[in-house]
């Protein structure tokens, strides 16, 4: 069953634009490969460029546009890096391919299904129908921030997204049944050890022969291989350059999206500043024109302005007028922190 899912996956991500066996293909289909994915990556690209543009117009944008803009920015980087990596990593997938297909040969006859194949299959399911009705949600959404865009042309950017977020749902599909055959073919091997040692227990006459021994060899070489081959060809979490230029950006989106409201609290404190500024001058004005009814009113006004400044504070209380290099610092120190943590690195 694992095979097969294993399979539709496959035929689903290359429709998608994530193929993986480029490099046993012919010519001729190499071909038409290269410019399907030549027309997906362009066509990609107009519709996130414009989506871009629908949600950043000049001088009329909010934090909610520009979280959806942050959003879009992340599916298309990770789809770009997934159409890459996979075609960079096609022959690690065609080895581990081979492996599989004779560990499959090796257990053709063996008819009991294990729980990781129901496991897989349910959650396979699951993870399809999560990931189409949530790419739809979200990609739906879009539509009240995009107001000004044509028709037609908000049906294409969501059409666009919902392909990016389904394709990045499906290569950790790929990987997941990729891990589950492997679990299954781990459980095959692990009893036909178990029963090899119950026949030596309870029959003295029984031996194990040098070919059954061998064969356990070369079907744990295969599983070996698999496993190297499946981190490689899954998402290249071996590219370095990839791999920390998604915690970068992921680290730059996090700081952008949180400084927001940080550079306008800066905006309005200034303001502040400013109509303390106009006032003193107003205060100044008036008395050299010796209005003193009317200083002494603009004077209270002025200790009202400093005992309750216009000013934004954070939730430790810390305001916002005071310099923002400390708090920028504080809050991108601690989300790299975290983010390594999370990539295991430190």
């Known amino acids: 069953m694992t095979k097969t899912m294993l399979d539709m996956v496959l035929l689903i991500e290359g429709i998608l634009g994530v193929c993986r066996t480029y490099c046993r293909q012919k010519k001729t289909k190499k071909i038409i490969i290269t410019l399907h994915l030549s027309l997906l990556v362009v066509l990609h690209t107009v519709l996130f460029f414009l989506q871009v543009y629908h949600l950043l117009p000049d001088n009329d944008y909010n934090q909610l546009n520009i979280i959806h803009c942050g959003f879009a920015t992340s599916a298309y980087l990770t789809y770009m890096s997934a159409v890459i990596t996979a075609i960079w990593y096609d022959k690690a997938y065609t080895s581990y391919d081979e492996s599989i297909n004779r560990l499959f040969k090796k257990f053709k006859d063996e008819k009991k299904l294990s729980d990781a194949d129901k496991k897989a299959y349910w959650v396979f399911l699951f993870m399809i129908i999560l990931a189409i009705s949530f790419a739809g949600f979200r990609s ?29 749902v499906f290569e950790y599909l790929m990987f997941f049944i990729a ?67 998604k915690t970068s950006f992921i680290v730059f989106g996090y700081i952008l999206v949180m400084m927001t409201p940080l550079f306008a609290g800066q905006m309005l404190n200034s303001q502040g500043i400013k109509y303390h500024r106009m006032l003193a001058r107003l205060y100044n004005t008036i008395t050299i024109d010796k209005a003193e009814a009317e200083g002494k009113l603009v004077k209270d006004f002025i200790r009202l302005l400093k005992k309750n400044p216009i000013q934004i504070h954070l939730v430790c209380g810390v305001p916002v007028g005071m310099c923002l290099l400390p708090i920028t610092l504080s809050l991108f120190i601690n989300y790299v922190i975290i983010l390594l943590q999370f990539n295991h690195i430190i």
């Not at 959404?141 to 995009?146: A, C, S």
């Not at 865009?149 to 294409?156: D, V």
Request: overall charge positive; charged content about 25%; proline content about 2%.
């Open 179 to 245: 891990n589950m055959t492997l679990i299954t073919f781990c459980k095959y091997q692990n009893s036909l050890i178990s029963a090899a040692q119950k026949r030596l227990k309870f029959d003295v006459k029984c031996d194990i022969k040098k070919e059954e021994i061998q064969d356990w060899v070369d079907q744990y070489r295969d599983l070996v291989n698999c496993c190297q081959m499946v981190t490689k060809f899954c998402g290249g979490q071996k590219e370095v350059v990839v791999d920390y230029g």
């Open 140 to 168: 739906v959404e879009l539509n009240t921030l995009i107001p000004r865009a044509h028709p037609l042309a908000k049906a294409y950017i969501i059409m666009s997204l919902c392909v990016l977020r389904v394709t990045i």
